[in-house]
């Protein structure tokens, strides 16, 4: 029965020509104009990292957080662009580009040096040095907090 079951499981992943070491996640990074790239991990492992240690509102103790500033996945943005960060289950939420520092948020691609798992918040979890300052623990840091994020669209301001 378990020689079935892994037999079967190997040809959905051969069906949708994925390989069992294939990494199925990527961000998907998506401009104005509908073009776009998917970035895997090793590509953001390639970016400028930023690291930081914090509590969250989701987890049980401190966290040592990992990843690459969000505008640097972004690039250049307009005034009054937002970005639309969009989760695996689609959940969504608007984040205007002027709440964007240099070096915050990130997009964590690791929790205490270890990849995230979908059921750990990953692959990839925007995420703020809450302890840092008072002024980034409120709801709407929260809400901006998108864990198994996909896709970070850039759309302009109304």
Not at 61 to 74: E, N
Not at 117 to 128: C, I
């Amino acid at each position: 029965m378990r020689l079935i079951l892994i037999a079967a499981f190997l040809s959905v992943f051969q069906l949708f020509g994925l390989s069992a070491q294939a990494d199925p996640f990527g961000l998907a990074i998506e401009g104005r104009d509908g073009g776009g790239q998917v970035m895997s991990l090793a590509e953001l492992d390639q970016m400028p990292q930023q690291r930081f240690t914090t509590s969250t509102i989701w987890t049980d103790a401190p966290v040592a957080f990992s990843g690459v500033p969000l505008r640097a996945l972004v690039g250049e943005l307009r005034p009054g662009q937002t970005l639309r960060l969009i989760a695996l289950n689609d959940y969504q939420v608007d984040l205007p580009t002027d709440a964007l520092k240099d070096d915050l948020p990130i997009v964590a691609t690791r929790m205490d040096g270890r990849v995230m798992a979908v059921r750990d918040k990953g692959p990839f979890w925007v995420v703020y040095p809450y302890d840092s300052d008072s002024a980034l623990q409120n709801e709407t840091t929260y809400a901006r907090s998108v864990w198994q994020l996909k896709t970070i669209r850039i759309i302009d301001g109304s």
